[in-house]
């Protein structure tokens, strides 16, 4: 007999234990499992391994609203967000329904049966399982697990160095008294940079081009204030709203007022480094504030790399790799006796399961997104990603709101199923609206969304509070259906 479920949630990682926790939590008696590739529960939080990895999030809106975060650090390392997760998922008992070594490989929708066939391999003995469910919820995040994105780079055969990707860090790598040459601007670079050059020889950020850069304290003083005055819980709630709406008025201002905000950023930037430094060449971004994700660096850490000589950036394009290092397109040769390619991620879509109704493959780009977590023509499925422009949780834990609401209304009118459907409007719109690179190499894969709600997606998270866990659930956008009995 295959198994059955009322849910199968894809990922164990800070989504699918968040959305674990929601369905214990707000609709008991919901029968559920979560299927986990890896072999332990933490999604990003376990995979990465690299120096430093930590959040550019804070954990007052990267945590979970209904598990207060307790500690100090406002931006966390890596190992405590993913003890965090850990707790979470034991306390809840979500734990107690996950299965590791399950790799999703496809899902096939029946209209006659109103369910769901999952297939997963085991990755641990190569087995094959198929389990049935009512709704499938995809909690994968949104990019490659096995492997990140790396350039092909000419000469690179020639290179007698070591080359890394963050994504793969070596356990036993060395780089004390190394000379290191981090590529890439983003987030991973940021955060390696000042990791490095506590032991390296010389740690150089070698970037095309710069990224706009925000210092933040790691330890939040008005969150240590209100938790000195108010009982945790209630401090907790205090400070999340505090930062969402500190959050959301940066993005706001940002797309109101750009050469405002960019002024601003820069000028918190060059206080932070020696007087004479060329922040226009290494810190100006060509785009305005947040038309990509803007980083965030704990305490000035990178500054502080920079201002004592530690760490450099050079701003420059890469001609290809020599035996020693890398010849740049200025004609500079920067030697490297370790070469780290943050030079990011590879999107993938629902973990890169295939899906299927009634016998058709799913065609992800022929499909408009449905608030966000829907795809047109598939029935009776979500997926949940997160914010471009605020804390990666604030959507995901809507999402899963929004589908314990979904289960409830099915089942209190009898529905078997709800579909998505196509908005009338022709125009469409990229689903995800940054100019990241990791966004562009992978806009002909993914969904797109409409040009109005419920179609378009918000953005913003209290237009997402009202739509999602008080609107209408039986609206233009979606068809309820019954089976034949």
């Not at 066939?117 to 389990?131: C, K």
């Not at 002024?263 to 947040?290: C, N």
């Not at 200025?330 to 030079?343: C, I």
């Amino acid at each position: 007999m295959t198994e059955h479920y009322d849910v199968i949630v894809v990922g164990a990682g800070l989504s699918g234990v968040g959305a674990g926790a929601r369905l214990l939590l707000d609709r008991p008696g919901t029968t559920f499992t979560v299927l986990e590739a890896r072999d332990t529960i933490g999604g990003t939080w376990d995979l990465f391994r690299y120096p430093g990895v930590r959040s550019d999030s804070d954990m007052h809106t990267l945590g979970y609203p209904f598990r207060p975060w307790t500690a100090g650090q406002a931006l966390a390392d890596g190992p405590s967000i993913l003890e965090y997760v850990e707790d979470t998922a034991r306390e809840m008992g979500v734990d107690q329904h996950v299965r590791l070594h399950h790799r999703v490989t496809s899902a096939s929708w029946s209209s006659e049966d109103a369910r769901w066939t999952v297939t997963a391999e085991r990755t641990d003995t190569g087995e094959r399982v198929e389990l049935t469910c009512g709704f499938l919820y995809s909690c994968t995040g949104y990019y490659r697990y096995d492997h990140g994105y790396e350039p092909e780079f000419e000469g690179r055969a020639d290179y007698t160095g070591t080359v890394v990707h963050p994504q793969h860090w070596p356990a036993d790598l060395d780089l004390a008294g190394k000379r290191v040459v981090v590529i890439g601007s983003g987030a991973t670079a940021m955060t390696l940079v000042p990791a490095i050059a506590q032991t390296a020889a010389h740690v150089t950020m070698l970037q095309r081009s710069p990224t706009y850069v925000a210092a933040l304290p790691s330890v939040d003083p008005i969150a240590a204030a209100v938790r000195e005055r108010l009982p945790a819980d209630a401090a907790y709630r205090v400070v999340r709203a505090k930062n969402i709406a500190t959050s959301a008025l940066s993005y706001r201002l940002s797309q109101r007022f750009p050469h405002a905000m960019r002024r601003i950023l820069m000028d918190g930037v060059a206080k932070q480094l020696p007087e004479g430094y060329d922040v226009e060449t290494h810190f100006g971004p060509s785009y305005g504030p947040w038309d990509q994700r803007l980083c965030v660096v704990p305490d000035g850490d990178l500054f502080t790399a920079i201002s004592n000589g530690s760490a450099s950036v050079v701003t420059d394009r890469i001609v290809r790799f020599t035996p020693g290092g890398l010849l740049l397109e200025s004609g500079e040769e920067l030697a490297a006796d370790v070469v780290v390619t943050a030079t990011g991620l590879e999107l993938l879509l629902v973990g890169g399961m295939t899906l299927s109704v009634d016998g058709v493959d799913v065609d992800p780009t022929k499909t408009v997104a449905y608030k966000g977590m829907m795809l047109t023509g598939v029935p009776s499925f979500a997926f949940a990603i997160g914010y471009t422009n605020a804390s990666w949780t604030l959507k995901c834990d809507l999402v899963s709101r929004y589908v314990v609401r979904l289960l409830d209304h099915m089942q209190e009118h009898g529905y078997d199923a709800v579909t998505p459907v196509e908005p009338p409007e022709p125009e469409r719109l990229p689903l995800l609206d940054l100019s990241a690179g990791y966004v562009q190499r992978a806009a002909g894969s993914l969904p797109a969304q409409g040009i109005r709600p419920p179609w378009k997606l918000n953005q913003n998270y209290r237009k997402d509070v009202a739509l999602l866990t008080r609107g209408p659930l039986d609206d233009e956008g979606v068809r309820f259906t019954r089976r034949s009995r």
